[in-house]
């Protein structure tokens, strides 16, 4: 480990404040605070289209992938599911 970070061998930001958070990524990021700031901005924007808890879940379609994890050229929608539980799984297949 670069002995530079070495105070954070075993750091956890649960107990930190905002601006306290803020600080420790900046001082072991190469970003400006304003750049900072503007990540932080894009992401309270891009949160407020997030559902919440108890939201209906947008519709999307996907393709079916077959056992060998080849596209099928099947899709399969979420709506087609209304009522049933649906598990997803996030990953690559790559």
Avoid: C
């Amino acid at each position: 480990m670069d002995p530079r970070y070495e105070h954070f061998r075993n750091f956890s930001s649960a107990d930190l404040s905002f601006p306290e958070k803020k600080k420790v990524w900046l001082e072991i990021s190469d970003m400006s605070e304003e750049e900072f700031d503007a990540m932080m901005a894009d992401q309270k924007e891009r949160q407020a289209g997030v559902p919440k808890i108890g939201d209906v879940a947008p519709d999307f379609e996907l393709e079916i992938l077959d056992r060998a994890k080849k596209r099928t050229g099947e899709f399969v929608r979420l709506s087609a599911h209304r009522g049933k539980p649906v598990a997803l799984l996030f990953g690559s297949y790559t």
